[in-house]
């Protein structure tokens, strides 16, 4: 609930916030970043895949990891900005991933999404599955009218996702995204920035409309959430 307050004549709104949470699906459970996802956190942020799209520090070290989990990302709620979720497979408590999203208005209901696949784990719609069960407790539980997804232009795995999802391409913000690329020396840990254009992405409530169904009809996986 949005809360507004007169000051001198005029509203002020209060921040809002997601609640800590934890949703789980057949396969995953999605929870808070703990410390003992640091290790696999950093190797997954070390990956190239994840350095060329991600715009998180390079190399990828022990204090950023501790500095995400201890302080970045319960920020990220605490603020009214998003959330950030560690992804973890269900049996086995194994970092698959992360979800996260920001650039959230309240006024609007409405929020970005971003996710990130470890290398092991891509090739088995876990990205996916998860950005399903964060829009379905956004949809259903949050009140939340709208999800963007904002993918660079050559990550077509990225792309899969939101087409998978269903979402709808809205057009292309040209130029408008930092990637990283390979130096030269690159096989000495060498990357360099490079420009690029980044397609936009929407889903409301009424494009996720069947498509649990249709991912599991097709066998990708089950279509179960909960979330507490």
Not at 80 to 98: C, D, K, W, Y
Not at 161 to 190: F, M, P
Request: charged share 25%; hydrophobic share 40%.
């Amino acid at each position: 609930m949005l809360c507004f307050y007169p000051v001198f004549g005029m509203e002020l709104r209060m921040t809002t916030t997601f609640p800590s949470i934890s949703i789980s699906t057949d396969r995953l459970v999605m929870r808070p970043f703990e410390m003992a996802d640091i290790p696999a956190h950093i190797e997954m942020m070390n990956d190239e895949a994840v350095t060329a799209w991600m715009d998180g520090p390079t190399p990828y070290t022990q204090v950023d990891a501790e500095r995400w989990v201890r302080r970045i990302a319960p920020a990220e709620r605490t603020a009214g900005h998003g959330i950030a979720l560690a992804v973890t497979e269900f049996l086995t408590q194994r970092l698959v991933g992360s979800v996260r999203l920001l650039n959230t208005d309240w006024r609007t209901r409405s929020t970005e999404v971003r996710y990130i696949t470890a290398p092991w784990a891509r090739g088995e719609g876990y990205a996916t599955e998860s950005v399903l069960a964060i829009a379905e407790w956004l949809f259903r539980d949050q009140g939340f009218e709208r999800i963007e997804l904002r993918t660079p232009a050559d990550n077509t795995a990225s792309q899969q996702v939101a087409q998978k999802l269903g979402c709808i391409s809205e057009g292309v913000l040209r130029n408008a995204r930092i990637a990283r690329t390979r130096t030269e020396n690159g096989t000495d840990g060498g990357w360099t920035d490079i420009r690029t254009d980044l397609i936009v992405w929407g889903l409301l409530p009424e494009d996720l409309e069947g498509v649990a169904e249709q991912l599991a009809d097709a066998g990708e996986y089950g279509t179960y959430n909960n979330w507490k």
